[in-house]
Each structure stands twice: as C-alpha cells, then as structure tokens.
C-alpha cells in the first residue's frame, strides 16, 4: 500500500485522527501538507514527522473559505509539489437537539464539514485530471448514514452530504484516472470523542459489536489504502470503518 513520490494534503491535521492520518501516509512514503485552521497546530504536526524522518510542510488556512482553500493548495504545491492525496479531514462538531440548535452553529459546521471539503476538491481536481492521477479521500461518518445520537443533526447532515459530494465527483472523474472515496468512522478514541462524558463513551462502545472505539490509526489505514494503488478499481464508495456498528 505504498504512497511513495506522491503528495498528500490532509486537512485539520493539527489534532485528532488528521494527526494519525498525516503520520501513516508519511510513513507509507509519501510528502505530506499539514493543514490546520490555527498555524501553531499545523507547525507541530508537520515538525513531529519531520523529526521521524520523514517529509512534512505545514499549510494552515480555512477550508471553509474559497481563497483559504485555494491558498492551502498553493503553499502545499510551493513546498512540497502537486497535490497527488487530499485528504478531507477537517470537522466540528457542535451538540444539540435540532429545536434548540443555534443557527449560527448550524451554519458553521455545514461550512467546515461539508463546503469545506467542496472547495478543497474543487481546488486541487483540475490539476488532478490534467495529470491524470489523483485520489481524494472525505472522512464522513457513521452519523452520516444512520442519523445522529449524541451528535447534532447539523454533524449528522454535515456527514451526510460529505457522502453524496463523494459520490457524485466519483462520477465526474472516473475516467480521469482519480479515484474519490469516503470513510465512515465511528466514535473514535481521540478527537471529538472528548465532548462526550466518560458515560457516554461507555455507552457507545458499548452499542458497537466489538466492544470498544475505534482507534486513530485504524481510521488511518483505511485512509492509507484508498490513497494506494490497490484501491484504484475502487471509487465513490464509503468505507465503513465502524467495529459493526452499521451493517448495509
């Protein structure tokens, strides 16, 4: 499942499972563009793989924003190359029940979760199809497919149309030689799992077959091999990665 030569983009990889994500595909070979909202996170992130050996840049910016999503793109190519890889990672989540949820909130995590992974798409397919590779990868989610339960319906909305912009660019490239896949998590051990209450996490590892949260590296390698050459029969699919979870 090498990744040797290419670049990968991975956003909000300053914490949580980007993390995890930006360190396998170095290690699978790959130049990685650390991308984060806050500097100082992207910085960090990018100098811990650097200090294993491997090749990192950081490119902060907000996805959520059309120049913010072009400039991540254009410091990744300055630094490191062509973006190969985009990974899209970067997610809110903001809890609440659907009548009390406020608007602005609402608003924001349709911004980071769902146009923010549009925008980075629409900034790197161009150069993609005119090379003729490319592999994008959208972190979704369980909620995504099966509705929220601790989470808000805007998180679960958000996911949901992650999976149908997977989809439907799948369709649009599919002869341009990129592949556009999404993977599905459950609660994962680190992350956005700490808004939840040592009872909650209980509970929901508890409702998963296997007994337990997903682990970081194991979102991971999911990532890894869609970004492969192995998967490159294999687009507009979503990966559940979720311990049993959701069967369908």
Not at 31 to 53: M, T
Not at 144 to 151: A, D, E, I, S, T
Not at 175 to 194: E, F, L, Q, R, W
Not at 213 to 235: G, H, Y
């Amino acid at each position: 499942m090498s990744v040797d030569q290419r670049v990968a983009l991975v956003t909000g990889a300053g914490q949580g499972i980007g993390v995890e994500i930006a360190r396998l595909l170095a290690e699978s070979g790959a130049a990685v563009a650390i991308n984060d909202a806050i500097p100082e996170r992207a910085e960090e992130s990018a100098a811990a793989i650097q200090a294993a050996g491997a090749q990192a840049a950081a490119a902060p910016g907000d996805v959520s924003q059309p120049e913010g999503a072009q400039a991540i793109v254009a410091e990744t190519e300055r630094r490191l190359g062509p973006v190969d890889i985009l990974v899209n990672n970067a997610g809110i989540c903001v809890r609440g029940r659907t009548w009390e949820f406020a608007i602005e909130d609402w608003d924001r995590i349709i911004a980071v979760n769902l146009r923010g992974a549009f925008l980075m798409c629409r900034a790197v397919v161009p150069g993609m199809m005119a090379r003729g590779w490319g592999r994008i990868i959208n972190i979704s989610s369980v909620a995504g497919k099966m509705g929220g339960l601790l989470v808000s319906s805007a998180y679960a909305a958000s996911k949901g149309g992650v999976l149908a912009l997977t989809k439907s660019l799948a369709r649009e490239v599919a002869g341009k030689g990129i592949t556009v896949n999404a993977v599905c998590p459950a609660t994962v051990a680190i992350g956005m799992s700490d808004q939840f209450t040592a009872e909650e996490q209980q509970w929901m590892a508890k409702s998963i077959p296997v007994g337990r949260l997903a682990e970081a590296r194991e979102i991971a390698a999911a990532v890894a091999f869609l970004a492969s050459d192995d998967a490159a029969f294999i687009t507009g699919e979503a990966m559940d990665v979720n311990g049993g979870l959701l069967m369908d």
